[in-house]
């Protein structure tokens, strides 16, 4: 059986590529919300209706584990997902703790990118509040980028006035690392990196959430001799036209190359 992997657009992409690297014999289906995306900017329980009908879709197919492969969507219901199906469901959340962890003793900041909606969440206050014991998280709603990442928007010289508008009022010399809290994120991670010092550090969940992939599946004995092929689905509707293939693949190979680039990758711990 194959792993379902969604999310509202191609942000989901980033953790499932993550995920064929630790599980490279699985085979996968990912299902975009085309139709519904930017998640981050509508309300709670717009946002909610979208993801039951999508994860129902999945599971119609036949699947042995979803990957809510969104922070806005996990927020919002992954609990509530959970107690409706018998397989396992697994989410993705900002990575504070690790973030948290690595600015110890370094007198720096965190700063968590995310969507307008994961950041409202009580789930992202929550966290934050039994992490944050010396007060240095702060965060930073960064739509836009969504916008891009869904256009295949991904030039340096668009992408970078964007990003000096919205952090330009912050002093960006105090943070110790990055948090991408939006699946959306990480195809910006070099534009990112330009406005920040040097020595400051990006993580993302989607390494802890592939991780936890395969722990589970591992547990369950439900590990696969497939080929890691993917069917593609955008809201309720089999992708087969080439040129989305295509981009689709070509998004894999850019973030072949960000992976490459990457110079330090940290692993969350939890
Ligand atoms: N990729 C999603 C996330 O991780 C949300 C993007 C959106 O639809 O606003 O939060």
């Known amino acids: 059986m194959r792993i379902g992997f ?3 657009g191609i942000g989901g992409m980033t953790v499932l590529h993550q995920a064929m690297r630790y599980l490279p014999n699985e085979d996968y289906i990912f299902y975009a919300d085309t139709l519904h995306v930017p998640y981050g900017e509508k309300t709670k329980e717009e946002v909610r209706e979208y993801i039951f009908d999508a994860v129902d879709f999945i599971a119609e197919q036949g699947v042995k584990a979803i990957v809510i492969a969104c922070n806005t969507a996990t927020s919002i219901a992954v609990e509530d997902l959970r107690k409706k ?3 396992p469901i697994l989410g993705i959340e900002p990575a504070v ?3 948290i962890q690595n600015c110890e003793g370094k007198q720096k900041k965190v700063l968590v990118l995310a969507t307008n909606l994961t950041l409202k969440e009580e789930k992202f206050h929550t966290l ?4 944050d014991h010396h007060d240095i998280v702060e965060s930073l709603p960064l739509p836009g980028l969504v916008e891009l990442a869904e256009k295949f928007e991904f030039r340096e010289e668009i992408v ?3 990003l000096r508008e919205k952090l330009g009022s912050l ?3 105090q943070y110790g690392t990055i948090v991408l809290g939006c699946t959306h994120f990480p195809y910006f991670e070099n534009s990112i990196k330009k406005l920040f010092p040097e020595e400051v550090d990006i993580i993302s969940g989607s390494m802890g959430t592939a991780k936890n992939l ?3 599946l591992k547990a369950r004995n439900q590990m696969n001799d497939g080929t890691g092929d993917i069917v593609y689905f955008k809201s309720g509707f089999k992708v087969e036209d080439k040129e989305t293939l295509s981009n689709y693949k070509k998004l894999m190979v850019r973030l072949d190359e960000l992976a490459r680039d990457k110079v330090k990758i940290i692993t969350p711990q939890s």
């Open 6 to 8: 969604f999310d509202s």
């Open 85 to 87: 199906y018998d397989f």
């Open 97 to 99: 703790k690790p973030a």
């Open 128 to 131: 934050v509040k039994s992490l």
């Open 160 to 162: 970078v006035p964007y």
């Open 171 to 173: 002093d960006l010399e």
């Open 214 to 216: 395969r722990r589970i």
